[in-house]
């Protein structure tokens, strides 16, 4: 209410000065020097009034043009212009009223020093064509400034009031014209070569069959290595898909069609360059200044529905003034595991846990060393690939290493991806689906990495490598690769013991040539912990369901963008992201390969077994065990009738080894009881009474 009531008044005084305005036009106009002027008389007797305005306009006209002279013309105007701003609500009446005063002042001043100057119009007005006030003012100036001076000062404030008036700034008018100059010049030099530039695709979109390899000389031949003989390339498949590539005409429209939707979005730039892959294509966009990278990479759903794709991952290209917008093709490209193995990298690699992956966005062979990682962190979720990429991470070292050189642990809670391994000879255990024996399991390699690091230290060996150098045959110790396919299921059983023993097997299992391949469908905290991830530098995540399951695995989002069915992201130690399409490989290779192997040999168990043992001491041995501390305990038992290993700890202040080899011996010496579940203490059999 209070805003229509300020509006009509508004109006109301806009209508006012418009009017006005034009009676001032009228009695200025018709101004005649034989109308009465207040108290003057220019005629006796006075004579009819010749003013249209009557006889207020006659006095009114007649006091404006003694007064001000010509400049008297000037406020009809202004009154106008206010009136106009009125009506329309435009702003600034102060600093407008206020440049048409110091306008029509200044204009009085300068045709008074006009008429001092060359005498102009003093027949008609004897006080100047500048009114009493110019004529005042005029004086007072020549004294103060002299005549130069007055001009100088009356221009001045002439240019001041025009400044004060005007609703667009000088320099401004300079800067805009300035600017559109010199985009005028860049159109001029820039419209004729962006008319002949063309998108950098490379040739690789090109090739009439799979991305090319670099293979040895006679990679399929058999290869032996003493007694044993590796399975050979040829019971692997070729990659027989025929995939249409995009045409040059498709990838141009496609880039055009990117830079069009986000310039929509108010995103400038352009794309720079085109990299057709196996799976998806990158187009390189080149922002333009001022851009944040954040706009674009929440803008890669809008991209994907213009583009018709299942998803667009978004990213930052180390080292260049680029993004990577990566777009899915529409025909994928099946890789398989015998493209990989036979690539140059992974013939050429010396390193017994070389893993062959897959393949790059540009196509290229990915292989990668397990020692040098020296662990490795796999998620995804169901169906995005995660257990074949395990498949082929083994197949990679069965390819690479022969049982002497390497030995695995594989820990399958499932019961159906590593059971296609049993019985060959690289395992130390039968593949075990206990999640309880997994967790017993954990710990004697906890067991082996000590009695190994004993080993080095005889030797002075700083690693596995120095040592084996020095060792004789029957000393040599062999890589150790332990690979859980579901680590969600031993962490939901017994989480504090596969915990502490992942951590410690992670945080010094290297140098004693210990290695662990962990893989779950359910990368949250309570799986993957802080501790466990802490550990973990070399990471792959496969297609997962939300942004914060992606940044539990990579630190970061993008692995919900992924495709699926071997889509992913590889996160090694010191290196950027790294976005590879994984190998296939079907049970049918798997089985033939397992069979071939499982003719050279019978897996020995015995390894085991003598962990088994390094926990059983000799007689003397127990008898030292069965130290004070060991009495203390007992005593804690028979007072309170029942003993847990978490209560010995509290009640002794010990670590949890020492107290769980005190439980081992109170069970031994027949003290306590069976195990109850849910962790609750056992009985202790022998009360004090």
Known sequence: MVERIRRVKEEIAGVVSLMGSFYLLMILFTHSLRDSVLFFRTTEPPEPVRNLGGVVGAQLSGFLIILLGLAAFIIPVFVIAFGVKRLLGLGRHRIYLL???????????????LSHTFGIGLEKYPDGIGGLAGKALAYLAIQLVSLPGAYIFSLSALLSSIVLISPVSVTAIAVRKRTRQVERKEFREEAEPEEQEEILITESEFAPVAYPVAEPAAPMLPRKEGDYEFPSLEILR??????????????????????????????????????PGPIITMYEFEPAPGVKINKIVSLSDDLALALKAQSIRVSAIPGRAVLGIEVPNKQRETVSLREILSS??????????????????????????????????????????????????VMSMLYKATPAEVKMLMVDPKLLELSAYQEIPHLISPVITNPKESAEALRKMVFEMERRYR?????????????????KDEEHLPYLVIIIDELADLMFTAPTDVEDSITRLAQMGRAAGIHLILA????????????????????????????????????????????????????????????????LISEEEIQGVTEFIKTQGRPDYRIMESIQNLDEPGDDEKYAERDEMYQKAIEIGETTGEVSISFIQRRLKIGYNRAARIMELMEEDGLVGPPRAAGKPRDFLRRRR
Request: hydrophobic share 40%.
């Open 99 to 113: 440049g048409g005063v110091l306008c029509t002042i200044s204009t009085s001043l300068l045709l008074s020093l």
């Open 238 to 275: 070729h990659s027989v898909s025929e995939v249409v590539k995009p045409s040059h005409e498709e990838l141009i429209a496609d880039s055009s069609l990117i830079e069009q939707k986000l310039y929509n979005f108010g995103v400038e730039g352009k794309i720079t360059k085109v990299n």
């Open 344 to 393: 140059e990298g992974f013939q050429k690699s010396k390193s017994k846990l070389t893993l062959g992956l897959g393949k790059d966005i540009s196509g290229a062979p990915v292989v990668a060393d397990l020692s040098k990682m020296p662990h490795l962190l796999v998620a995804g979720a169901t169906g995005s690939g995660k257990s074949v990429s395990i498949n082929s991470m």
């Open 455 to 471: 080993f080095l230290a005889e030797k002075g060996s700083r690693n596995i490598e120095s040592f084996n150098l020095q060792a």
């Open 520 to 583: 779950t469908q359910r990368p949250s905290v309570d799986v993957i912990t802080g501790i466990i991830k802490a550990n973990f530098p070399a990471r792959l995540s496969f297609q997962v369901s939300s942004k914060v399951d992606s940044r539990t695995i990579l630190d970061t989002h993008g692995a919900e963008q992924l495709l699926g069915k071997g889509d992913m992201l590889l996160m090694l130690p010191g290196a950027r992201i790294i976005r590879v399409h994984g190998a």
